[in-house]
């Protein structure tokens, strides 16, 4: 990538996730036989719909094999968290202490340890969910202590402007938490993940560290902005 030339940066430590709402099922599939393995989305039902039907599809399709991710970047509702943990790897949006709880009980209910992100809301938008800066080391606390989770990261979106640069005092917000908690050296949390960037952004994300991006019209309809 470019942007990780810019910085010095191994493309390799940077994680594109395509991310496939409103995507057909062989929209998904044609993206895993392109040699991307990270699947993001949005809406808990609509991913595991696309899911039963890749597994259904037959040994030719990877879509749940282990070099498959599956990743939820949207919004999880409580009333959706059974579903949710038992098909992905890596849950991004944690917003609460409330929804972590259900996540950690229905984890340990089928002996599973959820991997985590915390959503923050770094751009302080009453439109947007995520942990208020403030409020996050007190919660991380709490939220690291629960049993059936590990808190691997934070995750962020930025206000839609654009113009990517202005998305970069946000990134570097974000990268700034997670350097706080990292040092509080708590059990069960280890925040070494940063996702942050979306196709109109991304560059500016990886130029300020991310290690997830979330692209969608950049992986299916190959747009840059």
């Known amino acids: 990538m470019a942007a990780c030339a810019r910085v010095g940066r191994d493309p390799g430590r940077v994680t594109v996730v395509a991310v496939a709402k409103t995507r057909t099922s ?93 959503e923050v809301n770094v751009s302080g938008e009453a439109s947007k969910c995520g942990f208020a800066a403030g409020d996050l080391s007190v919660s991380v606390k709490d939220i690291s202590g629960l049993t059936n989770l590990r808190v691997c990261g934070l995750m962020t979106v930025t206000p839609i402007t654009g113009n990517p640069e202005h998305s970069r005092g946000y990134f570097k917000a974000l990268k700034g938490l997670r350097d706080n908690i990292d040092a509080l050296g708590l059990t069960g949390c280890r925040p070494g993940i940063l996702s942050m960037g979306m196709t109109g952004d991304f560059e500016v994300a990886i130029e300020e560290g991310a290690d997830i991006v979330r692209l969608g019209r950049a992986i299916f309809e190959g747009q840059n902005a």
Do not use: C, M
């Open 26 to 118: 062989r929209e998904v599939e044609e993206a895993l036989e392109a040699g991307i393995s990270d699947i993001g989305e949005n809406r808990v039902q609509e991913a595991v719909l696309k899911y039963r039907q890749l597994l259904g599809a037959g040994q030719n399709v990877p879509a749940v094999s282990g070099n498959t991710n599956w990743h939820l970047v949207g919004h999880l509702q409580t009333n959706k968290v059974k579903e949710a943990v038992a098909i992905f790897d890596l849950i991004h949006s944690v917003d609460s202490l409330r929804l972590a709880r259900k996540i950690d009980r229905e984890a340990g209910r089928i002996k599973k340890v959820q991997r985590i992100l915390l």
